[in-house]
């Protein structure tokens, strides 16, 4: 029955009888017979078959999984970045970048990408959160040298172009949703056989990859914004080095709330990564919403300070939680300290920088991981990042 104004509202039938009514013996409830149990019972069995989650869909659990994983240069930059603009040697900064440019081919980039590619095809994540994902960018011959200023454009390395390829070979469907381009920055290097030179160009980037493969009721991302830290490192030669995050707000079966990609500046200078950690969580920053927050990527800070910077506890004082800390206070959970060459077996890691972080109560964090598994090699790269992953899930409120 339904009700309307207050007063209750009885159903006819086709003749104009009420039904479920006292009319005094006219006609009343018809008493079951067999047949109709029986017809009752193959109804509720056929219901029962038809949706075996319907009995229990109001206690299904919501859950949310994401891995955050720097994928790393693979040579050792601060060769060129710590140049003394002095040095009288006049090709100083040119063999060092030199030197960088083949050492990270031969770190073997399409090989690492296809590690990384295995660690987001065992885990599946909703969402993956990645740093350091370079371009390589070359112009032969090259014009800086000579005063130019065309840029370079022709691609030897894409690390995201390698690693999207990589997991559509394994029939996983991720797509790009948001990303900021970070420090990007031209220099001169000898050419192939030291008569003139070249120009390399590297380009950082911020990406946060989501699902393509879930129904938009299941997972759909809305806003994408990206941007760089006001306070930045800047070099003796006066280059800055950019340092940013980039966001997605998410809607993931029923909940609501926004996903931050970050990576700080590392320990070299603890000054300027604390500033930019206050700028996440300023006013206008990605962090100044309403909606819960989850934050995670390389904050190369460690929560024991073991690396001489002070960053985390003032963004636990912000207000966020460590799901690590939460779930496993006892672990360490180390994620860096493979060597520039990935060729040291024996070298143990020593930090935890690479981290996951949820502002809010409607995440309550169920299980982590740090993702470290090798490449299937004899000879280095034995790992495809100095960083290990990290896998998480939580449970949605």
Not at 12 to 25: A, C, H, I, N, P
Not at 169 to 192: K, S
Request: proline fraction near 6%; include cysteine.
């Amino acid at each position: 029955m339904s009700t309307q104004g207050g007063k209750a509202q009885e159903g006819t039938s086709r003749s104009g009888v009420g039904f479920g009514t006292d009319l005094r013996g006219r006609i009343g409830r018809p008493e079951p017979t067999g047949r109709h149990v029986a017809l009752l019972v193959l109804l509720a069995m056929a219901l029962a078959f038809a949706s075996p989650m319907a009995a229990g869909q109001g206690n299904a659990r919501k859950t949310f999984t994401t891995l955050t994983q720097n994928a790393y240069l693979g040579a050792d930059i601060s060769r060129v970045m710590l140049v003394d603009p002095d040095d009288p040697n006049p090709y100083a900064l040119v063999e060092a970048v030199t030197t960088t440019y083949y050492e990270m081919l031969a770190s073997q980039p399409a090989v690492r990408m296809e590690g990384l590619a295995e660690r987001i095809a065992a885990r599946m994540p909703d969402i993956v959160a990645l740093q350091e994902m370079y371009i390589l960018r070359k112009q032969s011959p090259g014009d800086l040298a000579y005063g130019g200023s065309d840029p370079a454009e022709e691609v030897v390395v894409d690390f995201l172009w390698s690693l999207m390829d990589n997991l559509a070979a394994r029939g996983l469907h991720y797509r790009v949703a948001a990303i900021t381009t970070e420090l990007d920055v031209e220099m001169p290097m000898f050419n192939a056989d030291f008569t003139g030179f070249d120009d390399a160009r590297l380009t950082d980037r911020d990406i946060i990859l989501v699902r393509a493969d879930l129904p938009p009721g299941q997972l759909r991302v809305s806003n994408p914004q990206g941007g760089h830290f006001d306070t930045l490192l800047t070099l003796g030669n006066g280059l800055e080095v950019l340092r940013g995050w980039c966001s997605v707000d998410v809607f993931i079966r029923g909940e609501r709330f926004r996903f931050i990609n970050t990576h700080l500046q590392d320990e070299s200078a603890p000054d300027i990564q604390f500033a930019q950690a206050q700028e996440l969580m300023a006013e206008h920053g990605p962090a100044d919403t309403t909606l819960p927050l989850m934050m995670v990527g390389d904050l190369n800070a460690d929560p024991y300070s073991r690396n001489g910077t002070y960053s985390y506890p003032s963004l636990i004082a912000g207000g966020f939680d460590d799901a690590w800390s939460e779930l496993y206070p006892r672990e360490p959970g180390l994620t860096w300290g493979h060597d520039s060459y990935l060729a040291d077996k024996d070298l143990d890691f020593v930090w935890r920088i690479d981290l996951v972080l949820f502002k809010g109560r409607s995440f309550v964090p169920r299980e982590m991981e740090t993702v470290d598994s090798g490449l299937r090699r004899l000879a280095p790269p034995f790992w495809p990042s100095d960083h290990a992953g990290v896998w998480a899930s939580f449970e949605l409120n």
